[in-house]
């Protein structure tokens, strides 16, 4: 009888085991370390995303071509497509303008405005704006380049209130406002004497003016008298400065969980009166931030967000000018978290009469319809089994909505985003998308044309131009090619979905094989993991590279997935998560892993080892000491091992407050004691997103428990997995420990292939 391919492949396991697993050479690496510029350029006519030009019927994009990129610019009136400016003519005045060299298909800015009518360009370089003439080409630089601020998430404020600010005008021009001796005074415009409007200010009870907003009639102010919180310090010694020779010392604000924080009071003042009105706090009692108050363009009223500790209420405040009386206008009471960095949308319609409010009250998050004056719901917009994952654009003459949303088709990947038109009352329900892909859509202004996007992991980008009137596809803009990568070894992730820990709720996650993949092979496989709450991370769109693959081409299976606990499915799904991270979805991913093994032989479900950074740092140490009969082999970087070492804003949102011992029960430092398989740590020595003590904290934890592991400081580094460096160390940690043999030598061969930035 003629053996089959599993006999043989044992037969070859007992006499040639080397030979067979001959993977984690330097073969290996060397065709990982070429893989990114192996396969770069071979990817044409891939769109970017949609930019339409002000109020006209124009956009341009960016595509990739043969050698480089191409801007293109389109009308959809006449449907007419051509090249967005003349590239080379453009290459040759800046290279001249700037003193540098430039090409027509490699020009050095990633986008573009056009300007004064369209008769002129302008566009970043490093620091820099510079602007292009297209009636001769001449280009000139404009000054540095004004970098948009990064606020906070949901565009609440952050913690603490005392900004620096300028003096506050009034609508009206004859006033401005401004704090003296921590107290709010006004002065007439241009002058330097004011007048006091409080008394109570001190410097432990501070008038913020930040805070401060006049009403549109300029009668009233509504501003925060702040009782100051705990100032909160992390410390930081640079060991190996380029500029000196010692080292340097520095700090920074870094608020934690459990802190005591700012602690705004609102206040309503009558200029002219000069009375104040403090405003009672019963509806706002325990603020973990309060939004800067807005007045009602009638002067009414005014309105605040507010967000209390522990983010299980979060309510839409409005106050009435005439007396001072607060009312809430839509108050949210969640039994878990209110995702208020994620999942806040609120547009206030006719002056606040009524209010367009986000919710997953029913189990799925939607659009509400609420009456302002009342406080009740009028009406829900949006309901079903699936999520609303974003608003585009709301006509409130027409009284529609253009929203995103996920999850609406039955048997699809519900990850993938769509796109849709819905009136106010629910009614005129419209997909404005069809593939069965992930879409991104860019409309214009006068939502008459949109252009979409879509991919998948394993479908080159198509975008097209849509009408709005009928949905009809008007003009294919760009179909990519992806001939030649194909060719290049190139092969698409494969989704792979199983059965969640409840028995039914489908998990989606990728798999990736190197490019010389062999199905006799048994492959080790090795988990990348961020598993943080606020968002879900498999990839969903085209790429023709990504970092994984790099690793797998050294000999590995490389897999990404989405288990519960993390956001963009039901409630349900989300709430795994609260007060409990240290979950990370473990029961469900490991439940995939079996499934992925059950379908395939090469799939080595006994030789799997995890990494990840930040949380995914928290997250791959977590596998490993509550699931040592698992995973084998962890490489964790910058991780935020004990959630009330990291900062406040993103662990109470999932963790609580006030501290309980749910937290050291997910603390990676108090269950350090279980490690069993082999670990490497990575942290940067200057990380100032998560402190870098968390992670010598288990240091701490490990030696005291007598544990051996290694331990990676990057000098100067911040927050990431080493650089270059890094990368190679994780690559060598797993060879060693998952395929079974020793990594190159690098100090004596002298050659330096790497992953880095791959």
């Not at 297209?134 to 952050?158: D, F, M, V």
């Not at 409010?357 to 009740?376: F, I």
């Not at 023709?544 to 490389?558: D, K, L, N, T, Y």
Request: with cysteine; glycine share 8%; net charge neutral.
């Amino acid at each position: 009888m003629k053996p089959n391919w599993k006999s043989s492949l044992c037969l070859g396991l007992l006499l040639f085991p080397a030979a067979v697993f001959a993977q984690g050479t330097m073969e290996d690496y060397e065709r990982a370390a070429a893989l990114r510029e192996r396969f770069q350029g071979l990817v044409v006519n891939a769109p970017e995303s949609a930019n339409w030009i002000g109020k006209s019927s124009r956009f341009w994009y960016r595509k990739a071509v043969r050698g480089g990129n191409e801007y293109m610019l389109v009308d959809a009136a006449t449907l007419a497509k051509r090249p967005a400016f003349d590239h080379e003519r453009l290459a040759v005045s800046l290279s001249s303008a700037a003193g540098a060299e430039y090409s027509a298909l490699k020009l050095p800015f990633n986008s573009i405005g056009f300007v004064d009518e369209e008769r002129a360009l302008e566009f970043v370089i490093a620091e820099d704006r510079w602007r292009c003439e297209l009636e001769n080409y001449a280009c000139k630089k404009l000054g540095p380049a004004q970098l948009q601020r990064r606020g906070a998430s949901g565009g609440l404020p952050g913690p603490r209130y005392n900004f620096p600010s300028e003096p506050r005008p009034s609508p009206d021009g004859k006033w401005e406002a401004i704090i003296n001796n921590f107290n709010v005074h006004v002065r007439a415009k241009g002058k330097r004497e004011s007048v006091a409007l409080t008394a109570d200010g001190s410097e432990g009870n501070y008038y913020a003016l930040a805070s401060l907003a006049w009403s549109p009639d300029s009668k009233m102010i509504a501003v925060y008298r702040v009782r100051p919180g705990y100032q909160r310090r992390i410390h930081f010694i640079e060991s190996s400065p380029e500029d000196q020779l010692q080292p340097k010392y520095s700090s920074l604000e870094y608020a934690k969980p459990g802190d005591v924080l700012d602690h705004p009071q609102p206040v309503l003042i009558d200029v002219t009166a000069r009375k104040q009105t403090v405003i009672d706090n019963a509806l706002f009692p325990n603020p973990y931030q309060m939004s800067r108050p807005e007045w009602r363009r009638d002067s009414r009223a005014f309105s605040f967000e507010y967000n209390q500790r522990g983010h299980q209420v979060y309510r839409i405040i409005e106050v009435d000018a005439a007396m001072g009386r607060p009312r809430a206008v839509v108050s949210e009471e969640p039994k878990t978290f209110f995702h208020y960095s994620g999942k806040r949308y609120r547009y206030d319609i006719d002056d606040g009469r009524e209010v367009i409010w986000m919710s997953e009250r029913d189990g799925w998050n939607h659009l509400y319809l609420y009456d302002g004056a009342t406080g009740r719901v009028k009406n829900r917009i949006t309901t079903g089994d699936w999520v609303v994952r974003g608003v585009d654009k709301v006509d409130e003459a027409k009284r529609q909505i253009w929203f995103q949303a996920s999850g609406m088709h039955p048997g699809k990947d519900p990850y993938f985003v769509h796109y849709y038109r819905i009136n106010f009352d629910g009614a005129g329900f419209t997909a404005l998308t069809e593939a069965d892909a992930n879409h991104q859509v860019a409309f214009s202004s006068d939502m008459n044309w949109y252009v979409d996007t879509w991919s998948r992991v394993d479908q080159p980008p198509v975008s097209e131009l849509r009408r709005m009137s009928d949905k009809r596809v008007m003009l294919e803009v760009e179909r990519a090619e992806i001939g030649e990568l194909l060719k290049a070894g190139w092969r698409a992730p494969e989704v792979f979905t199983s059965t969640a820990r409840d028995g039914k709720t489908d998990i989606w996650g990728v798999i990736i094989r190197p490019s010389n993949f062999d199905p006799l092979k048994k492959y080790p496989v090795i988990e990348y993991i961020y598993a943080g709450p606020h968002s879900s991370f498999a990839p969903k769109s085209f790429g023709a590279w990504h970092p994984m693959r790099s690793m797998a081409e050294i000999g590995f299976i490389v897999v990404q997935i989405d288990g519960m606990g993390t956001s963009n499915r039901s409630k349900a799904f989300h709430d795994v998560a609260w007060k409990n991270l240290g979950d990370a979805g473990f029961p469900d991913r490991i439940l995939w892993h079996r499934a992925a093994a059950a379908k395939y032989p090469w799939y080595d479900i006994t030789r799997v080892g995890i990494y990840g950074n930040s949380a995914g740092g928290q997250n791959s140490l977590g596998g490993m000491l509550f699931h040592p009969e698992f995973y084998k082999a962890c490489v964790s970087s910058c991780g935020c091992h004990d959630n009330r070492m990291d900062k406040i804003w993103w662990n109470e949102q999932w963790m609580g407050w006030p501290l309980g011992p749910h937290y050291a029960e997910a603390s990676n430092v108090e269950n350090a004691h279980r490690l069993q398989g082999a670990l490497l740590l990575v942290v940067g020595e200057m990380d100032s997103n998560v402190d870098p003590a968390s992670t010598l904290q288990v240091v701490d934890a490990l030696i005291k428990a007598n544990k051996m592991f290694d331990l990676l400081v990057i000098p100067g580094g911040g927050h990431g997995p080493g650089g270059a460096y890094g990368e190679r160390k994780r690559n060598d940690f797993f060879v060693r420990h998952l395929l079974g043999v020793e990594a190159p030598d690098w100090n004596r061969k002298n050659s330096k292939p790497s992953t880095a930035g791959n």
